[in-house]
Structures are given as structure tokens and as C-alpha cells.
């Protein structure tokens, strides 16, 4: 069974900081899906990477696919109060419509 | 366009009782899922669904049945429902190769 860590689990900041979330698998990824949810919604996809050692940006985010395909990071740059909330890794696995998700990383950003 | 609808939004129930949750969608994707979300868990996938009549378990199906009658609406029940049911279920559609699109979620106690 395939195992999605992320980390940190929780992450507090001020606004105008960087940050970094990690998500590691126990296996090689099909693709890897990122989404934000954020509370008393459901998940919103940000981004899928499908190719090692891609590089996509979305506007402040920043999301890295490890060579091989085995781990990804997320980096936002000067965070800001509407970046808070979950950010989840998963697998979109060889199944469609079975996502298998990582626990998540909380963001808060202060003002 | 509605997008992933559920209801209801929240539910109590007694130890026991059967309820279904609903879902449905409008955007003629063919796979169709339901997850629970639980603190410290992430999302769990409870059972799936590759198209109208086919159905499949997921990571925690115990105490859930599905089905999927149309292409629209796949419905959870649950048989008689227990404390450790007690989540936030979401319920999830999307296209061959496309993201996964999210509704609102149920939050649902067992009392």
C-alpha cells in the first residue's frame, strides 16, 4: 500500500514569508495532484505534475517533482493571509477516481 | 453549472439508524468517489466508481454501500450507522486523466 507523507503537518507564519511543504512517497508516483481546502470546503486541485524533474508555477506557488518521481515540494513566496489553509499531496494512482491522499500540511498565515 | 453537489450539509444521527448521503454531478464525468476526512487521517477513499453500474471498494468501505445507477448521482448509505462513522465524508467526480472537482462535504455525528 502506498504511503503519502507530508511535512510539517502544521505551519504558522507571518505574511511576507517564505515557505516550503514536502510530500514524500513510499512508492513512484503515477502523477501527483496538489490541492488547497480550505475550511468547510472541499479540496480544490492547484496543480498535477506528471514528469520527473518538472517545474510548475502558479502565480506565488511554486511546485517541484522530484527526479524520481518518488517526492515534491511546494514553495510559496511572500505568503499571504488567503494562502491559509490545507495543503494536500496525492496520487492519482492507476485507478481513475482513486485518489490516494497525503494527511496534509496546515498553513496559517498571520497578518 | 453546479459542479459536485451534496446533501445534506449535516447530519446527527443515533447509533443505528441508516441514512444516505447524496452526490451528484453535472458535469458528465464518468468516475465518480466518495472519501472520509478525519482529524490526523487526511481523505480516505471509501469506495469508487468507473462509470454507471460499476462500483468498487476503496481503503475503508466497512458500513458503506454504494451505487451508481446513472452517470449523475452516486449515493452512500449507511446500513446502521456507528460512532466511528463520525466524519466528514466528500464526495468527488472527474474525466479519464482530468482533476478530481470536490463537493461541499456532509458532515455527519453518530451519537
Known amino acids: 500500500t502506498q504511503l503519502l507523507e507530508q511535512s510539517p503537518q502544521f505551519l504558522s507564519i507571518q505574511e511576507g514569508e517564505n515557505l516550503t511543504v514536502y510530500c514524500n512517497s513510499s512508492s513512484v508516483f503515477s502523477s501527483l495532484q496538489w490541492y488547497r481546502q480550505e475550511p468547510g470546503e472541499g479540496p480544490v486541485l492547484l496543480v498535477t505534475?506528471?514528469?520527473?524533474?518538472e517545474v510548475k508555477k502558479l502565480k506565488r506557488l511554486t511546485f517541484q517533482f522530484g527526479d524520481a518521481r518518488k517526492d515534491s515540494s511546494l514553495h510559496i513566496t511572500a505568503a499571504q493571509p488567503g494562502d491559509t489553509g490545507l495543503y494536500l499531496c496525492?496520487?492519482?494512482?492507476?485507478?481513475?477516481?482513486?485518489?490516494?491522499f497525503g494527511k496534509g500540511t496546515k498553513l496559517s498565515v498571520k497578518p | 453549472n453546479a459542479g459536485v453537489t451534496q446533501t445534506p450539509k449535516f447530519q446527527v444521527l443515533k447509533t443505528g439508524q441508516s441514512m444516505t448521503l447524496q452526490c451528484a454531478q453535472d458535469?458528465?464525468?464518468?468516475?465518480m468517489s466518495w472519501y472520509r476526512q478525519d482529524p490526523g487521517m487526511g481523505l480516505r477513499l471509501i469506495h469508487y466508481s468507473v462509470g454507471a453500474g460499476i462500483t468498487d471498494q476503496g481503503e475503508v468501505p466497512n458500513g458503506y454501500n454504494v451505487s451508481r445507477s446513472t452517470t449523475e448521482d452516486f449515493p452512500l448509505r449507511l446500513l446502521s450507522a456507528a460512532p466511528s462513522q463520525t466524519s466528514v465524508y466528500f464526495c468527488a467526480s472527474s474525466r479519464s486523466g482530468g482533476p478530481a472537482f470536490f463537493g461541499q462535504g456532509t458532515r455527519l455525528t453518530v451519537v
Open positions: 458535469m458528465n464525468h464518468e468516475y
Open positions: 496525492a496520487d492519482a494512482g492507476l485507478v481513475q477516481g482513486n485518489l490516494i
Open positions: 505534475v506528471v514528469t520527473g524533474g
